[in-house]
């Protein structure tokens, strides 16, 4: 497995939730690292996207303010800290990883390799 997320589960609307990717080396590295969503019956989007130093992030408009993206070069993770969580943030949360090192791609064509899914779900 190159990308392994982790870290959803069931919680409340106005809760916080925090989810990890660990990533192979050779992905991680001077890679450009990203989350999307899909939630029942809808595309997958974007949540948000990181570069491969981690010092320039871009989101979604719906999570701007309430999410953050950050990365442990170290560790090979990347995290989602997820706060004041919505209804309409229920969905299936992907890691992704670029092959490429900046933080300005949102569409899931630009991304190569992604993680198996957890499930967020948020309930009122």
């Known amino acids: 497995v190159q990308l392994q997320a982790s870290g959803g589960g069931l919680v409340q609307v106005g809760d916080s939730l925090s989810l990890s990717c660990t990533a192979a080396?050779?992905?991680?590295?001077?890679?450009?690292m990203a989350w999307f969503r899909q939630a029942p019956g809808k595309e997958r989007e974007f949540v948000a996207v990181?570069?491969?130093?981690?010092?320039?992030?871009n989101y979604s408009d719906s999570v701007k303010g309430r999410f953050t993206i950050s990365r442990d070069n170290a560790k090979n993770m990347v995290s989602l800290q997820m706060n004041s969580l919505k209804l309409d943030d229920t969905a299936v949360y992907y890691c992704?990883?670029?092959?490429?090192?900046?933080?300005?791609?949102?569409?899931?064509?630009?991304?190569?390799?992604w993680g198996q899914g957890t499930l967020v779900t948020v309930s009122s």
């Open positions: 992704a990883a670029g092959l490429f090192a900046h933080a300005g791609a949102v569409v899931s064509s630009a991304y190569r390799y």
């Open positions: 080396r050779r992905l991680f590295s001077n890679n450009a």
């Open positions: 990181i570069n491969w130093r981690g010092d320039s992030s």
